[in-house]
């Protein structure tokens, strides 16, 4: 089992650049997060997707965010334009069906926004 | 969302117990803990959750109190590999089984020799 994979690993652009980052969720999983981590707000949902359907998106800080999950096994976030402000951690974790809350969290995409 | 307070730190001597305590004062009947880890550099890894009765796994064992206001994670032999920040969550529900969790700020757990 390959685990989730998210790519890039690691993103550095220019403020005004548009910044895509993929996931491939757990083979079988029907829920996918994905989250950000920055020191100073900790980690927080950005939005959460159950059987390709977005439930929540409360997180999404503004417009300039979206996400979308085409499929079952592929999602994007995407940032247009992006903001130093949008330099974190961006993960993205896959739960499989059921009643529990065991998510499998990605490696992560390292963004700075110069 | 019920919300849970943790101590932002702890140390650990290598070997021994690590006991991390959270309190969740305002969880409510239906409402799992759910425990994670983040190792540095990391994404959060699920360790081990419960309801009601105390739970234990090849990682940890988890102690609810029979209120459920607290409960203890806890390492029974920790070794330097363990040092990570532990998060204690209250499970929270939309509707159905739609669900979430809420990552606060965790605790800090240092092991040393």
């Known amino acids: 089992d390959a685990g989730v994979i998210q790519s890039p690993r690691h993103e550095v652009t220019e403020m005004g650049q548009e910044v895509t980052l993929r996931c491939k969720p757990i083979?079988?999983?029907?829920?996918l997060f994905w989250y950000r981590q920055t020191m100073m707000r900790g980690l927080e949902l950005l939005i959460y997707?159950?059987?390709?359907?977005?439930?929540?998106d409360s997180g999404m800080p503004e417009d300039r965010f979206s996400a979308k999950m085409p499929n079952a096994s592929f999602s994007t976030l995407k940032i247009q334009p992006s903001e130093p402000r949008d330099s974190a951690v961006y993960f993205c974790?896959?739960?499989?069906?059921?009643?529990?809350?065991?998510?499998?969290f990605g490696p992560g995409t390292r963004l700075l926004v110069l | 969302d019920a919300k849970t307070t943790q101590p932002t730190s702890m140390d650990c001597a290598e070997g021994r117990a690590a006991n991390l305590p959270c309190n969740h004062s305002?969880?409510?009947?239906?409402?799992?803990v759910y425990w994670y880890r983040q190792i540095h550099s990391q994404g959060p890894q699920y360790i081990i959750h419960g309801l009601k009765n105390n739970e234990t796994n090849e990682m940890a064992s988890l102690i609810i109190t029979e209120d459920r206001k607290s409960s203890t994670l806890i390492l029974p032999h920790a070794t330097l590999r363990d040092t990570a920040v532990y998060y204690c969550?209250?499970?929270?529900?939309?509707?159905?089984?739609?669900?979430?969790?809420?990552f606060g700020t965790g605790t800090r757990l240092q092991v040393t020799l």
């Open positions: 974790a896959s739960r499989p069906a059921g009643v529990g809350e065991t998510q499998y």
């Open positions: 969550i209250v499970r929270v529900y939309y509707t159905g089984t739609a669900s979430k969790l809420t």
């Open positions: 083979s079988g999983h029907n829920s």
């Open positions: 305002t969880i409510s009947g239906n409402e799992y």
């Open positions: 997707f159950n059987n390709n359907v977005p439930i929540d």
